[in-house]
C-alpha cells in the first residue's frame, strides 16, 4: 500500500467527494478505481512530492459493473443527499456542491461493456463512451491510503498513460489535456519511486540514453504499459503509436499547447519522450509476440 505524503493532503474539495463516493460505492458493493488527472495527482503529487502545474479540479471514477440497475442506484443513492447534481445530456456526470459544481465522472466498465471497450447508455443508446484499457486499470491499480481513513485504488501510472493515449485519441480534436497529460507521465515516471530499478534491474534502459534518468523512465513506462495490457487494449494502443500520422498529431499538440515557455530544445525533448514510451512499448509487445 501507498501512503500520502504527511505535508501533501488533498484539496478538502475533493476528498469530500472521494470519500462520499466510497461510502456510496460500497454499500452497493461496487468496486472501482480513481483514474484521469486525479490519479496523476494522487500517485505523482500527494504519494511522490512531484509538482503539477495544472492540479485537478474534478474527479474521474471507473466502476466495475455487470449491469445498469447498480448504476442508476450509485446515482440516486448520491443526488438524495443532497450534495450532488445531474447534468442535463450527460448521464456519466454529477456535480458536487451546486448544479455547476466540480464534476464528478462515473464511467462503468466490465460486464457493462457492448461490445467490448464501449458503453452506451439506456434506454437510447445514444450517448456512448470508450472505455477501452478501464479493466486492465482496475486490475493493476495500487491501494493508497490518504489519510484519514481514506483508502482509494488509484489508477497506477502506466495504465493511466495508455488511457491517456486513447482519450487523446478520442478527444484529440478538441483538447490538448490528454497529450500535455501523457508526457508529464513520461516525464516524471523516473522520480515515481522507479530510480532504484533504473539503476539495477533495468540498467540497460540507461545506458541506451546516455544515463539520462527522466528519458530513462519514458522508456520505463512504455515496458511497463504494454505488460500491464490486455490484448485488445494494447491491439489498440499499438495502432495509434504505429500510425506515423498520429504521432506527428501528437507531438505537434504538445508544442502548440506549451508554445509560450517552450525553446528548440524542449521541442526536442518532448519528442525524445513520446519516442521512448512509443518504443519502449512496441518492442514489449514484440517480445510478448503480440
Not at 454499500?27 to 495544472?54: C, N, S, W, Y
Not at 504499459?225 to 504521432?247: R, W, Y
Amino acid at each position: 500500500m501507498l501512503k500520502r505524503l504527511p505535508d501533501r493532503d488533498i484539496d478538502p474539495i475533493l476528498r469530500a467527494i472521494l470519500e462520499q463516493a466510497r461510502n456510496a460505492t460500497d454499500a452497493l458493493e461496487i468496486p472501482f478505481f480513481v483514474g484521469g488527472a486525479m490519479a496523476r495527482d494522487i500517485i505523482l503529487t500527494h504519494v511522490f512530492g512531484q509538482e503539477v502545474k495544472r492540479a485537478t479540479r474534478d474527479v474521474d471514477l471507473g466502476l466495475y459493473l455487470d449491469g445498469w440497475d447498480r448504476f442508476r442506484k450509485l446515482k440516486d443513492v448520491l443526488v438524495a443527499k443532497g450534495l450532488f447534481h445531474t447534468v442535463p445530456g450527460k448521464p456519466h456526470r454529477l456535480h458536487y456542491g451546486y448544479p455547476t459544481g466540480i464534476p464528478l465522472d462515473l464511467i462503468p466498465f466490465g460486464g457493462i461493456e457492448h461490445p467490448v471497450g464501449e458503453i452506451a447508455w439506456p434506454p437510447g443508446n445514444d450517448v456512448v463512451l470508450n472505455v477501452a484499457g478501464f479493466e486492465d486499470a482496475y486490475r493493476s491499480a495500487l491501494v493508497v491510503d490518504l489519510g484519514g481513513g481514506l483508502v482509494i485504488r488509484t489508477c497506477a501510472l502506466p495504465a493511466l498513460a495508455v488511457l491517456k493515449l486513447i482519450a487523446w485519441h478520442d478527444r484529440r480534436k478538441s483538447s490538448n489535456k490528454d497529450a500535455t497529460d501523457l508526457l508529464f507521465i513520461a516525464q516524471n515516471y523516473a522520480a515515481a519511486d522507479n530510480m532504484d530499478r533504473l539503476y539495477q534491474s533495468e540498467s540497460e534502459l540507461m545506458e541506451a540514453v546516455d544515463y539520462n534518468p527522466e528519458l530513462a523512465g519514458a522508456y520505463l513506462l512504455g515496458k511497463d504499459a504494454a505488460l500491464q495490457s490486455g490484448n485488445d487494449t494494447a491491439a489498440f494502443a499499438k495502432a495509434i503509436l504505429e500510425n506515423e500520422v498520429l504521432q506527428q498529431e501528437l507531438i505537434d499538440q504538445i508544442v502548440r499547447a506549451k508554445a509560450a515557455s517552450q525553446s528548440r530544445e524542449d521541442e526536442q525533448r518532448y519528442t525524445q519522450y513520446l519516442d521512448g514510451f512509443r518504443t519502449s512499448f512496441l518492442k514489449q509487445l514484440s517480445e510478448l509476440g503480440q
